[in-house]
């Protein structure tokens, strides 16, 4: 019981945070950007300031992590990481944005946590080590009003830049029918209950040794005492490299930004439907 009760109390540290990315609706029925609300900043004023007259290192182009959390972070560096005038493309209808009518785009910044989807834990891995990606994409995803808005960049002479951005429906996305279930296992606790393998596997940090982790099984009659909080309105994912075709499970990490913790969801395509059969803390 001790140790159920830690790993909960972790569990509700960590998606505590997901308040944050619960929004109203916007344009075109898409879901609210919490980066745009001043009252739910994880940047102060001043670390804005501190981070906008800091130059990127020169490393940070090596990986897209560190050059996105830089983009996004710093208004100058943006300013010079877009190739303008801006491609925006909405199905058969092109656009162009002006140097003079881009916006700050903080992404996540101004959020205590993040999200991403991958079809494999060898896929995850690799991301945090690879130089050689060439190619990325930011998707903001918008549940309830399945849509996507896709930042397309390219390494270009070393340097990373945003190219275009693409509006698209979440149906001709790559992880659309994961993406379909998602929304409604994140807001629908009946949902979730009746889509949980008949075990789900738990991992997480052993409250006696630092160093190790326990495991365990959660049963869906228990399954209301693990459930983590899911963000469920508008969620972010990083495409690395060419986009990959849905297999049959798919990876759902919640990273916080500041504290280090996460949360990874695995799920199983199975019979036709998504099943979670595994949690990670």
Same mark, same amino acid.
């Given at each position: 019981?001790?140790?159920?009760? +830690? ?14 990315? $619960? ?22 004023? @001043? ?5 906008? @007259? ?14 996105? +959390? ?12 877009? $190739? ?30 993040? %999200?991403? #989807? ?34 397309? +960049? ?30 409604? +296992?994140?807001? @629908? ?6 889509? #949980? ?32 909080? #899911? ?15 849905? %297999? ?5 990490? #919640? ?27």
């Amino acid at each position: 019981m001790r140790h159920i009760l +830690f790993v909960l109390m972790v569990i509700g540290l960590l998606f505590s945070a997901c308040q944050g990315q $619960k929004s109203g609706d916007t344009e075109e029925g898409e879901t609210a950007d919490s980066t745009q609300q001043a009252d739910t900043t994880a940047m102060t004023l @001043d670390e804005e300031v501190a981070a906008e @007259d800091s130059p990127m290192p020169k490393a940070a182009d090596e990986m897209f992590d560190d050059f996105i +959390f830089n983009f996004a972070a710093n208004k100058k560096l943006q300013s010079s990481r877009i $190739k303008f005038p801006l491609k925006v493309q909405r199905g058969d209808e092109v656009s162009y944005t002006k140097r003079g009518q881009w916006q700050m785009e903080y992404f996540f910044m101004k959020q205590d946590s993040y %999200t991403l #989807l991958f079809n494999s834990e060898r896929e995850m891995q690799h991301v945090k080590e690879a130089t050689d990606i060439e190619h990325a994409i930011v998707e903001k995803i918008y549940l309830k009003g399945k849509a996507v808005k896709q930042y397309v +960049f390219d390494r270009v002479n070393g340097l990373w830049m945003l190219q275009e951005i693409i509006h698209m429906p979440m149906s001709e996305s790559h992880n659309a029918s994961f993406l379909e279930f998602y929304e409604q +296992f994140a807001s @629908d606790p009946d949902f979730q209950q009746k889509h #949980l393998m008949e075990s789900v596997k738990f991992v997480g940090p052993d409250p006696d040794d630092d160093f190790s982790q326990m495991e365990g099984v959660i049963t869906p009659d228990t399954w209301e005492a693990f459930a983590p909080e #899911l963000p469920s309105g508008m969620i972010f994912n990083i495409v690395y490299g060419v986009p990959q075709k849905e %297999t049959g499970r798919k990876i759902f990490v #919640l990273r916080g930004i500041a504290n280090g913790l996460e949360l990874e969801l695995t799920f199983k395509h199975e019979g036709g439907v998504w099943k979670l059969e595994k949690m990670t803390t």
